[in-house]
Nanobody
Framework: QVQLVESGGGLVQAGGSLRLSCRASGRTSSYAMAWFRQAPGKEREFVARINRSAWITSYADSVKGRFTISRDSAKNTVYLQMNSLKPEDTAVYYC?????????WGQGTQVTVSS
């Protein structure tokens, strides 16, 4: 059973940067992984995806050019580098496989961007 633990969130001013980490207790190297986010009162949405070999990435239009997803399979960890943050990026950020497994959802990490 895989357990995912997200970390690295916090409070940052608009234009700032954060790096999120998602550490897995089990092996996730066989799966494409992704970051998702959920803002207050909104549904969870896709943010970024990375394939198994880490060669192919894709992003939501709203974060393209500002966020970078990466993974270190040896450490069973997925990262999300977030630059030029905007207040609309405020949300709880989660990682999961893509497509996600319901039993893999963790607690997420809160990102708050002040204007």
């Amino acid at each position: 059973q895989v357990q995912l633990v997200e970390s690295g969130g916090g409070l940052v001013q608009a234009g700032g940067s954060l790096r999120l980490s998602c550490r897995a207790s089990g092996r996730t190297s066989s799966y494409a992984m992704a970051w998702f986010r959920q803002a207050p009162g909104k549904e969870r949405e896709f943010v970024a995806r990375i394939n198994r070999s880490a060669w192919i990435t894709s992003y939501a239009d709203s974060v393209k050019g500002r966020f970078t997803i990466s993974r270190d399979s040896a450490k069973n960890t997925v990262y999300l580098q977030m630059n030029s943050l905007k207040p609309e990026d405020t949300a709880v950020y989660y990682c999961n496989a893509d497509p996600p497994f319901s039993e893999w959802w963790g607690q997420g990490t809160q990102v708050t961007v002040s204007s």
